[in-house]
């Protein structure tokens, strides 16, 4: 799978170029080299199945955490459409996030809702609601949940409307910032 | 059934007696009918024998040999052997069931993500529509991850109230009452995380309508799901509930009130919204209210002729019930000439495919004997 066309989405939402860019970004700033991988709020997969295809990095154990089950279809079945190394363990969860209680991981990357709840109107779909926008305090507790689940050393990865975001707030170290049409991509490394 | 005197054997005929018989043997309580064995044991067919002392069998072949030496004809032995396998299947299944009601209660069950993953992936190959969203219902709440758990609750609301009628499992009554408690587990952990009362009242409603013993009720009556005519004017008032549940009101208005008042709230609450986006278990209420408008029956009438193109017994059925109605029938015969058929022959293959399911035995052959089918054979399925 190489053109974005080909993903299978559902009916409710599609993803946006922020997607796309955030692999594009985390190709060009990530050394991450082996360990566990979370992707959080995966939607339909975009970001780890542009990784897996044209990226250099090669994972290994990977888990997605979502919490939208309208994407179960288009999620396990971009992931098993791709051409991936045969020892590639992928887990699904189906959880809240701030629930969501593992730790180890080497790599964590998102690309949250666009919105908070406070900027914009509902749309009046549910699921689409959840995936364009959230309350700005569970932005800040999931960046401090991620905190929380990393390695000492572990890279973070997240795209963001806003560009006020500090790393040192939530005690990571910033590696990288970039603007990319519109949005800010960040490279955090848990001190 | 009431077994009045047993001893003249004068009912022996009665193929809902035979049923009867046969019924309370499976249920472990022969003793009961001593009295009758001890008279009237000479008048047995001998096909009635061999199915009032089927043992209990593990394989097909086992089956064939017990067959074989009480006289059972090699043809009917090989259906015989086949409903086995089918009805095997469906024990095997239920035990699954039972299982997961019994485990998923306990509070140390599916505590990490990983837990609830496997609990997932098991679901996955459940192969029950109902219970396969029940437990989900539960095990989304489990995981805290509650837009989920409130789209699976508004599912389980909108689900055929006659699922029960083509895929039950045939509960005993200790298996029933592990359901029960195993439904109000699942509403009280609900409201641990999300307080909406109209949506637990209708959901204990909807639980509760799956049971018909008093045990029932208490899932009503601990959940204050009870509605005062007045409530119910009001829900109608409520642009979102009617229209989107409106099976369910429909249902709780019916005999309540006069069919004027319930013909002229129920035309309020559907529209050509509400209706394309209707779940087949909604459809049922067409039976009792088929909208005049061409626009809405345009909808109707697409939506029952794809749930009878379907495998799925629980659908087809409440197109069967729908026929009732003459309006549908001869609309939708208007459509497809399999409809112009008398509903007695649409019915007796349906219930005759649903007894080769081994899903709701009783229910299959109480209908087929309803519609004046009365094949000892088909008694086996009662007992293997």
Same mark, same amino acid.
């Given at each position: 799978m190489s053109l974005k066309d080909d993903y299978l989405q559902p009916d409710f939402y599609r993803f946006n170029e922020d997607s796309v860019n955030l692999a594009k970004f985390m190709t060009s700033h990530s050394s991450y080299k082996s360990g566990r991988v979370l992707?959080?709020?995966?939607?339909?997969?975009?970001?780890?199945?542009?990784?897996?295809?044209?990226?250099? *990095?090669? @994972?290994?154990?990977i888990l997605f955490v979502e919490? $939208?089950?309208? @994407?179960? $279809?288009? *999620?396990?079945?971009?992931?098993?459409?791709?051409?991936?190394?045969?020892? *590639?363990?992928?887990?699904? @969860?189906? $959880?809240?996030f701030l629930s969501f209680r593992a730790d180890g991981f080497s790599l964590i990357y998102f690309n949250p809702p666009y919105f908070f709840t406070t900027e914009s109107r509902p749309s009046p779909d549910i699921r689409k609601e959840g995936c364009r926008r959230m309350a700005r305090e569970d932005f800040i507790s999931w960046l401090k949940h991620v905190h929380s689940l990393l390695n000492t050393g572990g890279e973070f990865f997240f795209c963001h409307r806003l560009n006020d975001w500090t790393a040192k707030a939530f005690g990571f170290t910033e590696v990288e910032v970039e603007e990319r049409a519109g949005a800010t991509f960040y490279d955090w490394k848990k001190n | 059934m009431q077994f009045k005197d047993l001893t003249k054997c004068e009912f022996f005929d009665d193929y809902l007696f035979k049923m009867g018989v046969l019924i309370t043997v499976r249920k472990g309580k022969r003793e009961e009918l001593? /009295? %009758? %064995?001890?008279?009237?044991?000479?008048q047995l067919s001998f096909q009635m024998k061999a199915m009032l002392y089927f043992p209990f069998l593990g394989d097909v072949k086992e089956v064939g040999d017990y067959l074989k030496s009480n006289g059972i004809a090699l043809k009917q032995r090989l259906k015989i052997q086949s409903a086995f396998g089918e009805k095997k299947k469906v024990r095997k299944l239920k035990e699954e069931i039972m299982e997961l009601l019994e485990a998923w209660q306990k509070e140390d069950v599916l505590k990490s993500p990983e837990e609830?993953?496997?609990?997932? &992936?098991?679901? /996955?190959?459940?192969?029950?529509?109902y219970f396969k969203k029940l437990f989900t219902f539960v095990l989304a709440i489990k995981s805290k991850n509650i837009p989920w758990a409130v789209s699976l609750k508004r599912e389980l609301i909108k689900f055929s109230p006659y699922w029960n009628l083509t895929r039950g499992l045939d509960f005993n009554e200790e298996e029933d009452q592990k359901l029960r408690d195993f439904l109000l587990f699942s509403l009280e952990l609900f409201k641990d995380f999300h307080k909406e009362d109209e949506g637990v009242k209708m959901l204990a409603e909807k639980f509760a309508q799956m049971g018909h013993s008093n045990e029932y009720k208490t899932i009503k009556s601990r959940n204050g799901a009870d509605w005062s005519l007045t409530d119910l004017r009001n829900q109608f008032k409520n642009p979102f509930l009617k229209s989107e549940f409106f099976d369910f009101w429909y249902l709780m208005m019916m005999n309540r009130t006069s069919d004027a008042e319930l013909r002229e709230k129920f035309r309020q609450a559907i529209s050509v919204r509400s209706l394309i986006k209707a779940k087949?278990?909604?459809?049922?209420? %067409? /039976?009792? %209210?088929?909208?005049?408008?061409?626009?809405?029956?345009?909808?109707?009438? !697409? &939506?029952? /002729?794809?749930?009878?193109?379907?495998?799925?017994? !629980?659908?087809?059925?409440?197109v069967l019930r729908t026929l009732d109605s003459a309006s549908v029938k001869q609309s939708l015969a208007e459509r497809d000439s399999n409809f112009k058929r008398a509903s007695f022959q649409l019915k007796r293959e349906f219930f005759s495919d649903v007894l080769s399911t081994g899903f709701s035995t009783e229910n299959a052959l109480y209908e087929l004997y309803l519609l004046g089918d009365k094949n000892e054979e088909n008694l086996w399925w009662l007992m293997i």
């Open positions: 992707e959080v709020g995966p939607g339909c997969g975009i970001i780890t199945c542009e990784l897996i295809a044209h990226s250099h *990095l090669n @994972f290994k154990d919490r $939208e089950v309208g @994407f179960k $279809e288009s *999620l396990e079945s971009n992931m098993s459409r791709l051409k991936t190394p045969n020892n *590639l363990n992928v887990q699904y @969860f189906y $959880e809240d | 001593n /009295e %009758f %064995f001890k008279t009237c044991s000479q609830r993953q496997k609990g997932l &992936k098991r679901l /996955e190959r459940l192969n029950h529509k087949p278990g909604q459809m049922w209420v %067409f /039976e009792y %209210f088929y909208p005049p408008q061409q626009i809405l029956r345009k909808i109707i009438l !697409d &939506k029952l /002729e794809k749930m009878w193109a379907s495998n799925a017994h !629980d659908q087809r059925y409440v």
